[in-house]
Nanobody
Framework: QVQLVESGGGLVQAGGSLRLSCAASGRTFSTYAMGWFRQAPGKEREFVSLISSTGVLKSYAESVKGRFTISRNNAKNTMYLQMNSLKPEDTAVYYC???????????????WGQGTQVTVSS
């Protein structure tokens, strides 16, 4: 069992930055690939970024590539998402999730956090 808690969301102006954190419970964090997903009002939840269990492999949605950076610290059971050059279209609830496989598909994720709101004003 893995419990995930996101933090770091908030209100920021366009062009600004935020860093999201995802803290995991349990001793198996380092065995999971971790992902960030987001859901904007009235839209389906979508993939944002993914990092392998060791942190070597990383993937990004085209819409955030070059602006967002995913990372993890297995010693601290924590994953991060550094978001720069934020745009109003980045406004969404951001979720972290854990998966046994390196996958962008939501169905492959076993554990989810409760989400943190990110709002980018124009």
């Amino acid at each position: 069992q893995v419990q995930l808690v996101e933090s770091g969301g908030g209100l920021v102006q366009a062009g600004g930055s935020l860093r999201l954190s995802c803290a995991a419970s349990g001793r198996t964090f380092s065995t999971y690939a971790m992902g960030w997903f987001r859901q904007a009002p009235g839209k389906e939840r979508e993939f944002v970024s993914l990092i392998s269990s060791t942190g070597v492999l990383k993937s990004y949605a085209e819409s955030v590539k070059g602006r967002f950076t995913i990372s993890r610290n297995n010693a601290k059971n924590t994953m991060y998402l550094q978001m720069n050059s934020l745009k109003p279209e980045d406004t969404a609830v951001y979720y972290c999730a854990a998966s046994r496989s390196y996958s962008t598909a939501q169905k492959d994720y076993d554990y989810w956090g409760q989400g943190t709101q990110v709002t980018v004003s124009s």
